[in-house]
């Protein structure tokens, strides 16, 4: 019942922006935070520390409540949630070696404290380490030599007409090939852009300029199709099934915004010194 | 000639509320009155089409799901579009996400698509494994032990209890990968990780802003197609004759789009008038 | 001074090197603990790093409100939608069909209308706002300064005309008739002459109207002309060429940069 009114109140206390800074908009930013923040928390602690890190310590298919370890479980099964009896159930066998990733993200946590914040270089000395390992192999092969191999192409093959508007054919891989070898031309810095290397630079640029055009052509377009998806939205809200929530919030929004700027502008002309005859 | 360029002039500094309100009428109006203007198929969302058309009956595909409700707009209506033309053409479909709200997506879309429209089972007809944090990470560990990586699905089954995943332990076991991406991590990862070192065939749908990022790869083969954006979608639902939300918001786009070139095109004007005046003075 | 420096640089280079040469080697167990146990140990610390985001901002927030600094009844609401977000996932589920940790997806619990109704309207809305910021930029800064920012305009505008269902409706023969005009113009701008503007702009308006009744005026024809035909050639094309020059830059600039994070002679992350 509530909730398209909330909804709808957030979406136009956010829209509210475009006429000026105001408490709604202050309002639902600040909110977005708090709930962003808190929802990423729990969505990632539910679906992997619980899991994967709890759910390989006390895992449910070893539990023995005569050893130590799962004695210390069952303390902690006051956060019945969290540590339910009889160990975790994901189906995951015991691995203690994961106490070393369990030991990392303490050290990650402690490091709030401004005494203690070396300790989050481990954890993400760790992460930064695995990222350059997988990275480094990931954008050489894909990236890089994929994308050459892909320029490539058979100037002599009888398949492909000569020029097509709509399909494959020698001069559209020719136009290809030139921008891309002309393009990268500009990246280099390492020589001066004189002559005809420079030449060849600024055709780069020119095909560099398609490309972003091409970008901001498609960004205008991702926006506005994310703004179709708010109105949409705001229209079912304003509909008899949820007494017409849009509305209503609308009208009340439009009267304080605008009670608002009113007072603001007699205030104002008040403060003007006046001139004295 | 004088007077009207002081008019164009005065228009080229008017206050930027008015633009917004212009720019909002113009997305607003058409969402009530709509024009029904035709769409057509691009080469790029005839690629993604014809690729799973091409999949042999009862093919396995991984769908991955990597957008929120901030993209939902664009990507919904093609991730719908898919799950509707796989399940015509009789495909099991695994379900992952590398977001974690791609898990809330995934369940809309299925419970529209799977269980409202096809009344397909799930477990035997398609699987929700769900999603899990470490980007680009998940696809490695999934590229080599999918089981080791999803004990259990979305729903908390122990995956060896669901008969879908019989004799699926690596992404090579797929015959077929859809990436629906917002961003990172998303297709490039799935090429970068999956498809390239797999040789599993990979078609994909992105925002409109990540399209130029991928154009390359789909130009080298590296991937087999994309749908850009809600255009991409309304495209891809012309295609399989089942028009949907992409579809709708189309004609809303179109006047938009034209009212940002007329702003162009006047700034400009103006622009050259001041350029012209300054010159003269 | 060692716990500080020395090991977090020696474990960036160790597993650094590790989960690089995992591509290559081909022995079982160093394959498996890099595949599998190393991305979930990745996975863990990337939960946790999120869980200190989380405490940061609370830290932040909580200050502002203690001192009373400019704007901290504002911060009560960002606590507030914290702690409400916190009770939803680990306090109160809403639904005891369903298990905890399943309740942050599943429906009817507390967890899922929050993301319905406050989540999601939150974050779409933000991104939504942009679109008039780029309506508005585009009527203000867009300008055709130069050769380079009048290639970007144009293909920015045949992009956003021709890929909507509206450059389909567009004739190629209105576009001819545009293009006359604009020749026209830039010819009466490079020669400022009357006679020869006219000349053109006639000559132009009299090839084209021939052309297109001689054609039967097809709204697809010439190609070169119909918005979608061109945007799609500018759109594989042209528009690849540059975009495939910059992915190789980028492909090439990570691959440097990760191999100096391995090597250890990048440390910003220690904060040098």
């Known amino acids: 019942m509530i909730g398209p009114w909330i909804a709808a109140f957030l979406t136009l206390a956010i829209f509210s922006y475009l006429y000026k800074d105001n408490p709604f908009y202050k309002v639902a930013e600040h909110l977005f935070v708090g709930i962003s923040t808190g929802y990423w928390t729990s969505m990632f602690f539910w679906t992997q520390i619980q899991p994967n890190l709890f759910g390989r310590l006390w895992p449910a298919t070893e539990y023995n409540s005569d050893l130590l370890w799962y004695k210390f479980y069952n303390l902690l099964g006051v956060f019945s949630s969290v540590f339910p009896d009889g160990g975790i159930n994901k189906g995951h066998h015991m691995e203690l070696l994961y106490l070393l990733p369990f030991a990392l993200g303490i050290m990650m946590l402690l490091s709030v404290s401004s005494k203690l914040s070396w300790m989050a270089r481990w954890g993400i000395a760790y992460t930064v380490g695995m990222a350059a390992g997988l990275r480094a192999y990931g954008f050489l092969n894909s990236n890089v030599l994929g994308q050459i191999k892909g320029s490539a192409f058979q100037i002599f093959n009888s398949d492909l007409p000569f020029f097509a508007l709509a399909s494959e054919s020698i001069f559209n891989n020719f136009i290809i090939l030139i921008g891309t070898i002309t393009g990268l031309m500009y990246f280099y810095f390492s020589r001066e852009h004189t002559g005809n290397f420079g030449k060849l630079s600024k055709l780069g640029i020119y095909f560099l300029m398609i490309s972003f055009g091409a970008s901001f052509g498609f960004a205008v377009m991702g926006r506005i199709s994310l703004l179709i998806g708010r109105f949409v939205d705001l229209i079912t809200y304003s509909g008899s099934a949820h007494n017409h929530a849009t509305l209503w919030l609308l009208l009340a929004m439009i009267l304080l915004l605008g009670y608002s700027a009113f007072t603001d502008k007699n205030n104002t002309s008040k403060d003007e010194p006046t001139i004295e005859k | ?281 | 001074m060692i716990w500080k420096r020395q090991i977090p640089i020696l474990i960036a280079t160790v597993i650094g090197f590790a989960t690089l040469f995992g591509w290559f080697i081909d022995h079982p167990g160093i394959e498996s603990f890099v595949n599998d146990d190393a991305t979930q140990w990745y996975d863990i610390l990337a939960s946790f790093a999120i869980f200190l985001g989380a405490l940061n901002l609370m830290k932040l927030q909580g200050k502002k409100v203690f001192k009373q600094q400019s704007g901290w009844q504002y911060s009560i609401f960002a606590i507030g939608g914290f702690f409400f977000a916190i009770v939803a996932g680990f306090i109160y589920k809403g639904n005891d069909a369903v298990e905890w940790g399943v309740h942050v997806t599943s429906k009817g619990t507390l967890f899922k209308w929050m993301f319905d109704y406050m989540f999601t309207p939150l974050s779409a809305t933000m991104f939504a706002l942009l679109a008039f910021f780029v309506a508005s930029a585009s009527y203000r800064a867009f300008r055709v300064r130069n050769l380079e920012a009048t290639l970007l305009l144009v293909s920015g505008i045949i992009i956003m005309v021709g890929r909507v269902p509206l450059g389909s409706s567009i004739s190629s023969w209105f576009i001819m008739y545009l293009m006359v005009l604009i020749v026209s113009i830039a010819v009466n701008i490079k020669l400022k002459d009357k006679k020869i503007t006219f000349s053109t702009f006639l000559g132009g308006v009299l090839i084209v109207t021939i052309w297109g009744s001689s054609l039967g005026w097809p709204i697809d024809q010439p190609g070169l002309f119909y918005l979608p035909i061109l945007q799609d050639w500018i759109y594989n094309n042209p528009n690849v060429a540059g975009a495939r020059a910059i992915m190789i830059g980028i492909g090439l600039g990570i691959f440097a940069t990760s191999i100096r994070y391995i090597l250890g002679i990048e440390k910003s992350y220690i904060g040098e």
């Open chain 2, 1 to 281: 000639m004088d007077k009207i360029s002081d008019y164009i002039l005065k228009a080229g500094t008017i206050d930027r509320r008015w633009i917004f309100l212009i720019i909002g009428l113009a997305v607003l109006l058409p969402l009530f009155f709509p024009l029904g203007l035709p769409i057509r198929a691009t080469n790029a969302t005839q690629k993604v089409y014809d690729a799973v058309e091409a999949l042999e009956e009862n093919s396995k595909v991984l769908v991955s799901f990597e957008y929120g409700p901030s993209t939902k707009p664009e990507i919904h209506p093609m991730a719908i579009g898919l799950l509707r033309h796989l399940f015509t053409n009789g495909h099991k479909v695994f379900v992952t996400c590398l977001w974690p709200d791609g898990q809330f997506m995934a369940d809309e879309a299925l419970d529209e698509v799977a269980k409202e429209e096809f009344d397909l089972t799930y477990g035997e007809d398609y699987v929700i494994l769900g999603f899990r944090p470490g980007n680009e990470a998940v696809v490695k560990g999934m590229v080599s032990n999918i089981r080791k990586l999803y004990t259990t699905d979305a729903r908390g089954t122990l995956v060896d209890n669901i008969p879908l995943m019989k004799n699926i332990n690596k992404v090579a076991d797929f015959d077929f990968i859809f990436s629906a991406s917002a961003g990172y991590p998303g297709t490039v990862e799935w090429v970068q990780y999956a498809s390239d070192p797999t040789g599993v065939p990979l078609s994909t749908g992105t925002t409109s802003i990540m399209v130029n990022d991928i154009m390359p790869m789909v130009n080298s083969g590296q991937v087999k197609g994309i749908l850009a954006g809600m255009p991409g979608a309304a495209e891809y639902e012309a295609l399989i004759g089942t028009p949907g939300i992409g579809t709708s918001g189309m004609d809303a786009q179109s006047i938009a789009h034209l009212v940002i070139v007329l702003f162009i095109i006047f700034g400009n004007i103006t622009y050259f008038i001041e350029t012209q005046r300054s010159k003269k003075y």
